[in-house]
């Protein structure tokens, strides 16, 4: 895989430590979203959700109807809900 994570997980590429030490209380939660169904759909969740505060980072699987979200500290449903909604899907539950 090439990966430059070292055996303890952290970053052998010289990144500065602060990322490093902000990963370390991240949560990672899946939900489950309809109505998407193309790339522009995943951008726009994307967008919308990423710019909640506190989410570090979001990954959209349209074909799976499904919105992973990493946050710094536990995730606020109800919030990503809203970002979800307000970009034009549902977002159905935690998948």
């Known amino acids: 895989m090439g990966s430059c994570c070292t055996p303890d997980h952290s970053c052998s590429t ?5 990322a490093a030490v902000a990963t370390a209380d991240t949560a990672t939660t899946v ?5 998407m169904t193309c790339g522009h759909c995943g951008s726009a969740i994307t967008a919308a959700v990423g710019a909640l ?39 159905t539950g935690r998948a």
């Open 14 to 18: 010289g990144a500065d430590g602060a």
């Open 31 to 35: 939900y489950a979203v309809s109505g």
């Open 53 to 91: 505060p506190g989410v570090l980072s979001v990954d959209v699987d349209v074909t799976g109807g499904r919105v992973t979200v990493t946050t710094g500290g536990a995730p606020d449903d109800a919030a990503v809900a809203a970002a979800v909604d307000e970009a034009g899907y549902e977002l």
